[in-house]
């Protein structure tokens, strides 16, 4: 190794998670549902089925309300306040640091629920990125950071992604995209608001970085979050009824 | 747009091109990195050289994937060398390994790509 690799390494061994081979959700709080998370592998763009989209939301703010990494440490700390009603983030106790798996409920169109998670992939002062398993809505990472240009604190959330598997891909063209635009535009507004600009216009730029669908990827479909929450969701009676006679319950 | 903070150098070496990267390599590099990408013109392989990278951030790694995409639609081998043990670990996490080929050294990866 060089030594400026050595340098790099001790530089940044901490912003980034360790490397794992499955995903171990160590606590599930109460109202969480772990059952899209645990023993899952991460999927990044590569392993995406669909279309892969970068989309780029950004809000601007004065700077002498807040700085770069004031809004940073913030977002970390309040990250689930921000959230649209109806979504849940169940974060570690720890909060916002690389290697920290969390479990998220979604709200869908049609009022489908979701349940699913994501990993902290990497975290600074200025940035911190979010991966997600294998059977999430889409596979990738969204990276949230904040930078300080001409008197103005400029931040964003940056997704790049591919749809996971073929009936996500037709979901994000039935609607799914706006959804996501409307999630992150609720998102980045929240924030403005909590540093006192509730009026804060959020850009949205979205660009098709490749517009193959990677058919060879179909097979994700397995372990589709959306499959998996609406069996668990359907199995509720039966859970019910053998918790009433003593069965062990299952995860949650 | 954040500031560009590494450099991307390319040599051609038979049917690769070979881009050495020095510096911090964020989301601010894209330009200087698409730049790079298009002097490489038709290799056949584009060969990263990651033996002074200083830093990389998860943007990087976003550029990264962006390059492969354009290489794949260009038929063009992606193949890297002289990440350290960390980096290495980096890309098997993002699970950028399954795309970029890894390499110990220059002349495995010119050798990998056919071109040594």
Known sequence: MSEVNEKAAARDATNWAKKVSTLNVSEVPEGAININVEGKRLAGPIQGFGKMWQKTYQVRLPQER??????????KQRFP????????????????A???????????????????????LYADEESFTLMTPQGHMFAGWITFSATEREGETVAQAQVL??????????????????????FWNHTLAAVASHFGEADAEVDTQVVCVDKKRQWSKWRN???????????????????????????????? | MPEATATFEVRRHGAASIVDIRGDVTAGSEAVLMTAYDEAGDARAI?????????????????LVTLLVRANRHSQQLLAFGLSDHYRQIFELTRLDEAVGIHDTESDALAAAGAS
């Open chain 1, 161 to 182: 992604m591919r749809a996971s598997d073929p009936i996500f891909e037709m979901g994000l063209t039935m609607g799914g995209h706006k959804q996501e635009d409307r």
């Open chain 1, 81 to 96: 306040e921000f959230w649209p009603e109806g979504n849940a983030f169940y974060g570690p106790l720890t909060g916002i």
């Open chain 1, 66 to 75: 807040v700085s770069a990494t004031e809004l940073i440490a913030t977002w």
């Open chain 1, 221 to 252: 479909v397995w372990h589709s979050s959306a499959i998996r929450s609406t069996l668990y969701m359907l199995g509720a009676p039966v859970r019910g009824v053998k918790g009433l006679f003593g069965a062990k319950q299952p995860v949650a």
């Open chain 1, 98 to 120: 690389p290697g920290e798996v969390a479990l998220l409920n979604m709200t869908l169109p049609g009022k489908m629920k979701l349940s699913t998670g994501v990993m902290v």
């Open chain 2, 47 to 63: 060969v990263l050289n990651f033996t002074d990278l200083a830093y990389m951030n998860s943007g990087g790694i976003g550029l």
